[in-house]
């Protein structure tokens, strides 16, 4: 069973910072693409930041410059640095990563269970 868990959400005044962790766990073959992904109230789920097993990195519009995604392939981790939140980041942060569980032979999403960043103006 591979689980993933994500922790560092709270709440912060405008301009702060938080740093979002995630953590995957259980029969792990192999881990490819990890992801930020966050959805506020009345909207879709959106992607936020993307990063490859070799690094590459891309980002939404909205946080470019003010977001940074790493990886610790030795921890099966990944990170979302934000920074000068604003209100409009608001949302429910999920973690989401393409797995090869161990003995299969093609990879699968795997969704956190979210953890709410509300900032206030």
């Known amino acids: 069973q591979v689980q993933l868990v994500e922790s560092g959400g709270g709440l912060v005044q405008a301009g702060g910072s938080l740093r979002l962790s995630c953590a995957a766990s259980?029969?792990?073959?192999?881990?490819?693409?990890m992801g930020w992904y966050r959805q506020a109230p009345g909207t879709q789920r959106e992607l936020v930041a993307g990063?490859?097993?070799?690094?590459?990195?891309n980002y939404a519009d909205s946080v470019k410059g003010r977001f940074t995604i790493s990886r610790d392939n030795a921890k099966n981790a990944a990170y979302l640095q934000m920074n000068s939140l604003k209100p409009e980041d608001t949302a429910v942060y999920y973690c989401?990563?393409?797995?090869?569980?161990?003995?299969?032979?093609?990879?699968?999403?795997?969704w956190g269970q979210g953890t709410q960043v509300t900032v206030s103006s």
């Open positions: 259980g029969s792990i073959g192999s881990i490819n693409e």
């Open positions: 990063i490859t097993s070799g690094g590459n990195t």
């Open positions: 989401n990563a393409n797995i090869r569980p161990r003995f299969h032979n093609r990879s699968l999403p795997y």
